[in-house]
């Protein structure tokens, strides 16, 4: 290798255009920005959603109804679920929101409601965020003790 073989490597050069440098460039006049137009203005910047004058579709879509920004989101386990549990014995004694999370049932952040589908059969004690109302007759019944958090 020499000095007259020295070349840059492949594709750091780039070369480019230079725009709005007069009509020698081939390229003066419009600057490539066509006739006319807010495109062809400097400072334009498009708005997020802007679909050049045509109604956009976040008005477009009708919107009705309230959200409740309030709105507490429990993840179900119904009473065939923990019986399966019990049964393979993942789960015993008393139960609570940490032996749900450690079994990989539940993430702990999540809040955990019994619901009433399914038969229990064993009596358990156990302490979550809500119960149904079935849910809970259904462990009482048994003797068991259903227990709320907070």
């Known amino acids: 290798m020499e000095l007259h073989n020295l070349k840059p490597?492949?594709?750091?050069?780039?070369?480019?255009k230079r725009i709005g440098r007069g009509e020698g460039s081939?390229?003066?006049g419009t600057s490539?920005?066509?006739?006319?137009?807010?495109k062809s203005r400097s400072g334009y910047s498009k708005k997020s959603g802007f679909e050049g004058g045509q109604?956009?579709?976040?008005?477009?879509?009708?919107?009705?109804?309230?959200?409740n920004p309030n709105r507490k989101e429990y993840l179900g386990i119904n009473?065939?679920?923990l019986q399966d549990f019990i049964d393979s014995k993942k789960i015993k004694g008393h139960i609570t929101k940490?032996?749900?999370?450690?079994?990989?049932?539940?993430y702990k952040k999540d809040l955990v409601k019994?619901?009433?589908r399914g038969e229990l059969k064993s009596k358990?004690?156990?302490?979550?965020?809500?119960?149904?109302?079935?849910?809970?007759?259904?462990?009482?019944?048994?003797?068991g003790v259903a227990n709320t958090t907070k």
């Open 9 to 16: 490597a492949k594709g750091s050069i780039k070369k480019s």
């Open 26 to 28: 081939k390229k003066g």
């Open 32 to 38: 490539t920005r066509g006739h006319k137009g807010a």
């Open 55 to 67: 109604q956009p579709l976040q008005r477009r879509v009708p919107k009705f109804g309230f959200t």
């Open 79 to 81: 009473l065939d679920r």
């Open 98 to 106: 940490d032996v749900l999370v450690k079994n990989g049932i539940v």
């Open 114 to 116: 019994i619901l009433g």
């Open 124 to 143: 358990i004690e156990i302490t979550v965020d809500a119960f149904s109302k079935s849910a809970k007759e259904a462990i009482e019944k048994l003797g």
